[in-house]
């Protein structure tokens, strides 16, 4: 039991068995004498859209709301208004239109100018000169900062840090040296300070990539299975409580799940998984007592814990807002289509320049998941030529409140005729936590 409910908290483990394709829904045009209700409004009052039908309030100012049955239409090229009025519902500034079926990922790379994937030593070692400053910046300010000043010297330094796994990550995509000795050594150095496993990490890292938002085999963010909510309460529970306010630190269960378990690794990558968690257990048996003798345990939770919980915020929300909407489908294999998966399922999302900064612009993302050859240092570049050729089939955003409300309430368990269906829609008595989530999280954009 213990290791089923690990893998279903675990938020990037995959379900156990596959499960059905949920069809995209679209909200219809309204007939004349009809007002449209958001469909936010509607997931976060626990309810959500259908398949067939939309319920719609028929009048304005009626104390008791007469609903009348509007025909849902597929999504279509055409459907322009629904996906403005969804983009303002789930907190996005773009939802983009369904890229054709015979569209190849091949054909979307082919338009990238090729200085994009062009390595340039200057840069990479730039980034490390930047993220190793800003690091060192934010220990002194945890050192000299009063106490009511450290949530921001440690905000600061998680960010910082979350710069060095951006590294590590160019370093696992061969997007960092033309050396790959190079690479494996200054990628196991910058997950080292994370005691995350260089090499375990980015063997599921690139299943990631080859199966973006697939069903059972995307070793990123998978919605809930409903055989797992509906096993056992305990676990309905945890799981509840996993997806809802705990979720912005749920990077530490897949850290834990997914990399230090070798059963878990293909005969051929054992020895190299070794390697790796032998340099984490020699930096946690050597690192952390050096920081104690120092400057003592709570010193070693200023310095290092704080911190590494910061990084792990912006771990899970990076990867949790990357992927994760009401209107982007986790497919089964059999329908899986690569293009789709990486253009229409990966979502751009703008967060505060400082924070692109120290983060080396990991989260200008759908050029990532086109070519993970290229560079971070040029992402912008790349997304700037995915607008301009393929730019209304793309999801883009800017980081906020309403954003991080509907992932947080609404993305929960997988349907098969839904995406996604909230947690308090099947289980309201055991919800609290989501309820409590609704009424206290800002919804505005």
Not at 51 to 68: D, E, F, Y
Not at 215 to 239: G, M, N, Y
Not at 422 to 440: G, H, M, N, V, Y
Request: hydrophobic share 45%; glycine share 4%.
């Amino acid at each position: 039991m213990a290791s089923r409910i690990a893998d279903s908290l675990f938020a990037f483990t995959g379900p156990q068995q596959c499960l059905p394709r949920v069809p995209q829904v679209a909200h219809a045009r309204l007939s004349p004498g009809v007002y449209a209700v958001r469909p936010i409004d509607l997931l976060l009052r626990g309810h959500t859209h259908r398949r067939r039908t939309l319920l719609v309030p028929a009048k304005k100012r009626v104390g008791c709301i007469k609903a009348v049955a509007v025909p849902a239409a597929p999504p279509s090229a055409d459907s322009a208004e629904e996906r403005e009025q969804l983009a303002e519902s789930y907190g996005f500034k773009q939802i983009g239109q369904d890229l054709p079926d015979n569209v190849t990922l091949k054909d979307i790379m082919d338009t990238l100018p090729k200085e994009v994937f062009e390595i340039d030593d200057v840069k990479a070692w730039k980034s490390v000169l930047v993220s190793v400053t800003s690091y060192a910046l934010g220990l002194f300010m945890i050192a000299k900062s009063p106490w009511y000043l450290l949530p921001l010297a440690w905000a600061w330094t998680g960010t910082a840090i979350t710069g060095f796994f951006v590294i590590g990550h160019d370093c696992a995509h061969k997007s960092f040296s033309k050396n790959k000795l190079v690479e494996d050594i200054v990628g196991t150095l910058a997950f080292l300070p994370l005691v995350y496993p260089y090499e375990p990490w980015r063997f599921k890292h690139d299943r990631h990539h080859a199966k973006t938002n697939m069903l059972v085999h995307d070793t990123a963010w998978q919605p809930v299975p409903p055989e797992e909510f509906d096993s056992s309460p305990v676990l309905r529970k945890a799981i509840i409580l996993g997806y809802g306010p705990i979720r912005p630190w749920l990077s530490i269960a897949h850290w834990v799940n997914w990399h230090f378990n070798l059963r878990k690794f293909r005969a051929s990558e054992v020895n190299r998984v070794k390697i790796s968690l032998a340099c984490v257990f020699a930096f946690m048996a050597v690192g952390w007592p050096l920081i104690i003798y120092k400057v003592g345990i709570l010193g070693w939770v200023k310095f290092w814990l704080m911190p590494w919980l910061g990084y792990h915020f912006w771990m899970s929300t990076f990867t949790m807002v990357h992927h994760t909407a009401p209107h982007i489908p986790f497919k089964p294999a059999d329908e899986w289509n690569a293009a789709q998966a990486q253009l229409n399922g990966t979502v751009h999302c703008d967060y505060p320049s400082w924070i692109e900064i120290l983060c080396h612009d990991i989260n200008v993302h759908i050029p990532h998941h086109i070519s993970p050859r290229i560079p971070s240092y040029n992402l912008r570049a790349a997304h700037e030529s995915i607008q301009e050729n393929w730019g209304k089939y793309t999801n883009l955003a800017t980081w906020n409140w309403r954003l991080m409300k509907t992932i947080m309430t609404v993305c929960h368990v997988y349907n098969k005729e839904e995406n996604y269906i909230p947690f308090d829609r099947l289980a309201p008595e055991e919800s609290q936590p989501i309820t409590f989530l609704k009424k206290t999280m800002p919804d505005y954009a």
